[in-house]
């Protein structure tokens, strides 16, 4: 069975710390992995799409990696600020699978100041 | 990016009654989808919608309960039959080429069935 699962559920740090989001998935055969932000209440904001051929994504203080033999993927946040503040979701598009998304549970991230 | 806007952005509905959602997209796109995410859970997938024929539906989904109609390539209703409490959710609308790979996610419309 295809599935995503993220560690840890929460996480709170404290203002200008850098920190790391794990996401892992079943199935090595993955046609590219998607990092989303959710604001509380509110819909999904794209961070980050890594394709199959790709190692890493970066956009500002945020860095993707994937490594598909392992299963996983890791969001890098650097120093972190209070708007940083979501929940973060990693989701899966499998090969074959015409563009469906499978998501993670998501991880709450709290950064305090 | 795709801008995508939901009509409503909330409601609250009687047990027993339909609400439709719209979704309209700001360009032409191949796919469109509608997910779900329940309170504290993550997002599934109910159907995507195709365009000029009958929805695919997810397992666990079907059409007498979540019909969707999409009539051309930047619009998509999802109506949520005969509600129950249980169909309180946040329903999202969600746009994606076959091969244009980013998937944009639109507002969502939260709905609280009493």
């Known amino acids: 069975k295809q599935e995503v699962t993220q560690i840890p559920a929460a996480l709170s740090v404290p203002e200008g710390e850098n920190l790391v989001l794990n996401c892992s998935f079943t199935?090595?055969?993955?046609?590219?992995l998607q990092w989303f932000r959710q604001d509380p209440g509110k819909g999904l904001t794209s961070l980050l799409l890594?394709?199959?051929?790709?190692r890493e994504q970066t956009s500002g203080r945020l860095n993707a990696s994937l490594d598909k033999s392992s299963g996983r993927s890791t969001l890098y946040i650097a120093a972190s600020q209070p708007g940083d503040s979501a929940t973060y979701l990693c989701?899966?598009?499998?090969?074959?699978?015409?563009?469906?998304?499978?998501f993670g549970t998501g991880t709450r991230l709290q950064v305090t100041l | 990016s795709a801008v995508i806007s939901q009509k409503p952005s909330r409601d609250i509905c009687q047990r027993g009654t339909s609400l439709t959602i719209q979704c309209q997209v700001d360009s032409q796109v191949t796919m469109m989808f509608w997910y779900r995410q329940q309170p504290g859970q993550s997002l599934t997938l109910i159907a995507t919608a195709n365009q000029g024929s009958e929805a695919t539906y997810e397992s666990g989904f079907v059409i007498d309960k979540f019909p969707i109609s999409r009539p051309n390539l930047t619009f998509s209703t999802l109506t949520v039959s005969n509600m129950s409490p249980e169909d309180s959710s946040i329903y999202l609308c969600v746009s994606g080429g076959l091969f244009h790979d980013e998937q944009f996610f639109g507002p969502g419309t939260r709905l609280t069935v009493l």
């Open positions: 199935d090595s055969a993955i046609y590219n």
């Open positions: 989701a899966v598009r499998w090969d074959g699978t015409a563009s469906k998304l499978t």
């Open positions: 890594i394709q199959s051929s790709q």
